[in-house]
């Protein structure tokens, strides 16, 4: 026998968006039909009730926060909540707008029971501060009837699972309105009175619907199910409860959208290189800033910090009123090895530092210094990536000064020759060819200067000697 679990999320729009607006009374109400479909506990203690009028419930409580119903909105939380729950469990099928469903059979074996199997996945749950009902069942339709009507049954008996569905009474089931309707005309008004009627005699009266119905509801027929698989790439969207003018305030939702990152590429075993954030702004194009990690990150708290950084020298020309997250690059978590009594010695590695560094002056300021093969001392050296590895320089027993001027400066005071000359005649091959001639030499004032002649007898520094 196959066993099940059915979440339901009766107030997932209100969880998602109002659920640190407890001081206040929120309601969300059907556009088409003007009802309270959620509402919170604050408006529940005015008086508040789900189906109300919104008429009624607004002359009820004048401080009222009402908000459309967005199915959208909910069929999203809901490929969340399916994405957190993938790192407990496997086998995962959605019901939009307010439904999962869990195939626990296969799990069982492996929780040790359905007991060590639910506190698991509830305890899971809990991190993210929703209000749901569940209820375990021997088939979808079963566990989904006790769930909607508020059973907290977990067990995997089916005749424990049967009595308790025979009282329902068929409003509450799956069954069209108008099926409902042709039973109680004939006088069948629960699931209990319509399951003693022989299958035979409903196939005969009634459609084919309802005969499927209830052999999917018992068990009896195979019930289609399209499971759940995680994204390949992952882009978020967060929708903003009111226009934000303040770039420092969309740090918020920001962490919202970054928590969402750590759980993707948590679930894959990878760290992101590179994020794009999209900012939707009122009555202008779309804009977006580009964040780097040199090291490679999935954890939300670290990329907080280096969007902090970046986004410390923007400025908003016109209101944001939602944001979209991409992950634009990414790769596999590398594993370091560390010490096994001492751990991980010093507080950040080179690269975490290169990626705070470019959150903070920008990626095109940030690079690193490699040795060239060019033998022009104004080309042996060169800006590269900063996360690109150099080879290790050879040995070279010449000296050479430990700074490095941008461009030679004529020389301007007395300096006395110690060392030379050492001729430069290169750069043939590309037109800028140089032939000089190098000193090592002591100015009046004891500095230690690299000096150098060229062909019109001019002298010139270009370096120093630490």
């Not at 590179?274 to 708290?301: M, P, W």
């Not at 050296?381 to 010449?398: A, E, F, M, V, Y």
Request: net charge negative; aromatic share 10%; hydrophobic share 40%.
């Amino acid at each position: 026998m196959q066993s099940w679990i059915y979440l339901h999320f009766p107030t997932l729009q209100l969880d998602r968006l109002f659920s640190e607006q407890d001081s206040l009374p929120v309601a969300i109400v059907d556009s088409k039909r003007f009802k309270v479909v959620q509402c919170n506990a604050t408006a529940k203690e005015q008086g508040i009730q789900l189906g109300m009028g919104l008429g009624s419930a607004s002359a009820l409580c004048h401080q009222l926060q009402v908000h459309p119903y967005d199915a959208e909105s909910e069929q999203q939380a809901i490929l969340n909540i399916a994405q957190w729950l993938y790192m407990v469990t496997s086998d995962i099928c959605l019901f939009p707008p307010q439904g999962i469903l869990l195939k626990i059979t296969n799990m069982l074996s492996l929780y040790g029971g359905i007991e060590s199997y639910w506190q698991r996945v509830s305890q899971h749950l809990a991190q993210l501060n929703i209000h749901y009902q569940f209820s375990s069942g021997f088939s979808p339709f079963s566990a989904m009837l006790l769930a909607k009507s508020g059973h907290r049954l977990l067990t995997t008996d089916r005749t424990h699972i049967i009595d308790a569905i025979k009282p329902f009474p068929l409003a509450a089931t799956e069954l069209e309105s108008s099926k409902v309707e042709k039973l109680q005309r004939v006088g069948v008004d629960t699931l209990n009175t319509l399951l003693e009627l022989p299958i035979q005699e409903v196939a005969r009266r009634f459609d084919i619907d309802l005969v499927n119905y209830l052999g999917r509801l018992m068990g009896q027929f195979k019930h289609p199910i399209d499971f759940y698989h995680p994204p390949e790439h992952f882009e978020s969207y967060q929708e903003l409860l009111f226009d934000i003018e303040n770039i420092q305030w969309l740090e918020r939702p920001l962490t919202t959208l970054l928590d969402k990152l750590e759980l993707f590429l948590t679930l894959r075993n990878q760290v992101g290189y590179e994020l794009e954030l999209i900012l939707h702004q009122r009555d202008k194009e779309e804009g977006s800033v580009r964040f780097y990690s040199a090291s490679g990150d999935y954890q939300s708290i670290r990329w907080q910090k280096l969007c902090q950084l970046t986004m410390e020298s923007l400025k908003l020309d016109a209101p944001v009123q939602g944001l979209t997250l991409r992950l634009i690059r990414s790769g596999e978590l590398e594993s370091n090895s560390a010490d096994l009594f001492q751990g991980f010695q010093g507080e950040q590695t080179d690269l975490e530092l290169i990626g705070l560094l470019q959150a903070k002056l920008g990626k095109e300021a940030v690079r690193k210094v490699a040795c060239s093969h060019d033998p022009r001392p104004e080309k042996s050296t060169l800006l590269c990536d900063p996360t690109s590895l150099i080879p290790k320089k050879q040995p070279n027993h010449k000296l050479r000064p430990n700074f490095m001027l941008a461009t030679p400066e004529p020389l301007s005071e007395k300096v006395s020759l110690i060392q030379g000359p050492e001729r430069f005649v290169t750069g043939w091959w590309d037109g800028e060819e140089m032939t000089r001639d190098y000193f090592i030499a002591q100015s009046s004032q004891g500095r230690w200067l690299w000096v150098f002649r060229n062909q019109e007898m001019q002298w010139f520094t270009h370096g120093l000697f630490s």
